[in-house]
């Protein structure tokens, strides 16, 4: 069984008896008519994408490095108009367009107070000393080789490569991080996998949170209000888990509805999820490694 069909079941079965979330078909028929919302692309001002394609490629695995701490964005210090996770994708990318990728052996000596000006985050915070941590792991499993020399012709070999070679990656049963990779990698323009459409959406909180904005998901009442209170949930906790791997099943299903792959679905709703209507509604937050 691959690395995505394992996604699929897991997340089926935990859906199948899932006590705190519901999945509303009906509710997705939203979808029908905002199809299609556009190609899936990547912001070419927020991301690094005019270098070299050995630069580029780089980047990407830089930034999927350090693409997680939504548990953490709201204590972020935000660049105008920006979400968390942009903040953190276009700092690197100024970072990439001053100096250049880091080498591997710089990756693998990298320090939370070399990261603190690159990202522009108080001294001390949390989330900065995980980066370092996770681009010391990339330089790690990287070792000798560059970005282009692993990216191969199958995302699904590639993500399957990142969640055993890498402890921020595996996040077991989802695997959102080890996926993202591949698909990042293609957006970007210097991939190409025999495989991409085989992926899984990349469970995290906001792709669920469009989900029950649309109601396509439904929460119990005492879930819901944990979250409009702002308590974080645990990862790994039943609630936790039962948000992502319903969002992961509804996807299946809806996407096969749609006719198009889950992976290209995920791109849509995360983006539908930058407008006013999704920000304005709070969401569930973990804090973890994992998204």
Known sequence: ?????????????????????????????????????????????????????????????ALDAVNFGSGWFPTLRKRPGCSGYYTVAWALADRFRS????????LRRLSAADLQSVFGQEPGHPLIALF???????GEWLGERCPLDVIGSSAVTLASELASGMPFFDDAGFWKRAQIVPNDLA???VAEFHDLDKLTIFADNL????????????YSAALAARIERG?????????????RACAVHACVQIADRLGVPER????????????????????????????
Not at 99 to 106: D, F, L, M, V
Not at 231 to 243: N, P, R, T
Not at 267 to 291: E, M, N, S
Request: contains cysteine; charged residues 25%; glycine residues 8%.
């Open 1 to 61: 069984m691959t690395l995505p069909e394992r996604v699929r079941e897991h997340c089926a079965a935990v859906a199948e008896s899932a006590q705190h979330v519901a999945i509303d078909l009906d509710a997705a028929g939203v979808y029908q008519g905002a199809w299609p919302p556009g190609k899936p692309e990547l912001d070419p001002e927020r991301h690094y994408l005019e270098g070299s394609r050995e630069d580029v490629a780089s980047y990407i695995f």
């Open 99 to 106: 100096a250049g990728p880091w080498s591997n052996r710089e």
């Open 132 to 138: 370092s941590e996770a681009l010391r792991s990339l």
């Open 187 to 189: 957006l970007a323009g």
């Open 207 to 218: 792709v669920p949170h469009v989900l029950r904005v649309d109601g396509a998901l439904v």
């Open 231 to 243: 308590d974080l949930l645990e990862q790994g906790g039943e609630e936790e888990v039962e948000i």
């Open 264 to 291: 290209v679905l995920d791109t849509c709703l995360w983006d539908r999820g930058q407008a006013p209507r999704y920000k304005a509604l709070p969401r569930h937050r973990t804090r973890t490694v994992y998204y």
